[in-house]
C-alpha cells in the first residue's frame, strides 16, 4: 500500500489535505496515472473519492459468480476501468476470500474435521501468494556476541 492522491494535481501544495490522500495499492495508483484527462473531465468523468463518498455497494458490486467487479454507474465504470480493479490478481484475491469465508466452520458441528482441513487449505493457499518468509532478527545475545550492532 501506500499513500496516493486522489487530485494528483494538488500534490503540488504544501498543505496536503485528507480528503486528497488515501491508501492505494501500487498496482492499482499506477494504473490510474494521468487520469482523468481533461476531456474526460469535461464529460463528467471522474474517480470515486473513497473519502467523500461510498464505492461499494453504491457504484461497484462484486460478481457472485466470477468475483469480478461491476460498475453500475459511469463513475463506477471508469473507476473500476482505469484502476485495474478486474486485473487477475485482484479477482483470484476476492476469490480467495470468498473460499474462505464461505466455508462456515463452526464447533462441534458434524463434518467439523472435513470443513477445518478445507479452511486450512484455503489458508494455506492464500499464505502462498503473501510476502515470502523472512528470517527472524537473532535475539540481542546472539547478535552482541556475533560483534554486531543494532
Known sequence: MEVDHFDARLKKEVQQKHEN????????????????TAKER???????????????GKHI???KKTHQLVGVTPEGI???RYCDLNAPHLVEERR????????GLTVNHPGSLELAADAIS???????LMIPE???????????RAGASI
Open 96 to 103: 480467495d476470500r470468498a473460499e474462505i469465508g464461505g466455508l
Open 61 to 63: 458490486f462484486e460478481d
Open 21 to 36: 490522500l488515501f491508501l492505494a495499492s501500487r498496482h492499482c495508483n499506477g494504473a490510474k496515472r494521468d487520469r482523468p
Open 122 to 128: 484455503a489458508l494455506l493457499k492464500q499464505v502462498a
Open 134 to 144: 523472512i528470517p527472524y532478527l537473532p535475539d540481542r545475545g546472539d547478535v552482541c
Open 42 to 56: 469535461a464529460l463528467g468523468l471522474r474517480f470515486i473519492n473513497p473519502c467523500k463518498e461510498w464505492d461499494y
Open 78 to 80: 471508469y473507476h473500476i
